[in-house]
Structure formats: structure tokens, C-alpha cells
């Protein structure tokens, strides 16, 4: 049973039916980052998707769009509203922006 709604934010430029972790994707937003590439990070939280979707629509393009997800693996919660888990199948379209995040 889950206990809220875990979301992710990207862009819309992949094609994808589930969110995969770097090592496996070879997408990584942030590239000083040297841990944690086989995991993929969710938010129950929309404001904090939203964040790291314009984030994502400015390095690779397209709009800024939040998925709803259902995490798979454990789920450990790394930070206040940042959760990892080892992939993450997407549920539906929580939010979809058309053009830049402001």
C-alpha cells in the first residue's frame, strides 16, 4: 500500500514508459555528481519535481513535464522530500509545461 504519490521531473524530449538510473540511461542531469548513478531519485513532493523538471528541460530542451511514478526496490529517503529508489515505472503525467519554466 503506498502512502503517498511519488513523482519525477524531466523533460520531454525521452521517450520512456519507465525512468531508469544513469548508469543505465546515460542521461545524468548533474555532472558533478559521482554517487548514487544507479538509482533513480523521486519526490512525493510536486514544487520540488518541478524544480528538478526545468532543470532538466534547460540541459537537454523540450518542455518540463512531472510523471507520476511507482518506484521499484527498496525506497530510502536521502533528503527531506528527495527518495532513491533502483527505477521507477511511470504511473501518468502528473504536470506538463509548454515552453520554459519560469
Keep these: 500500500m503506498e502512502l503517498f504519490r511519488m513523482y519525477h521531473g524531466t523533460t520531454d524530449v525521452f ?3 519507465r525512468i531508469l538510473p544513469p548508469l543505465e540511461s546515460g542521461n545524468l542531469r548533474e555532472e558533478w555528481r559521482k554517487k548514487i548513478r544507479d538509482k533513480v531519485f523521486v519526490t512525493p513532493s510536486l514544487l520540488s519535481a518541478e524544480k528538478f523538471a ?5 540541459k537537454y530542451g523540450g518542455s518540463a513535464i512531472i510523471y507520476e511514478v511507482r518506484p521499484h526496490g527498496q525506497v530510502d529517503n536521502i533528503n527531506t522530500n ?5 527505477y521507477a515505472d511511470i504511473v501518468g503525467v502528473a504536470e506538463r509545461y509548454v515552453g520554459k519554466l519560469v
Excluded at 526545468?54 to 534547460?58: C, G, L, N, P
Excluded at 528527495?82 to 533502483?86: K, L, R
Design 15 to 17: 521517450a520512456m514508459e
Design 54 to 58: 526545468r532543470k532538466a528541460a534547460e
Design 82 to 86: 528527495e527518495y532513491i529508489c533502483d
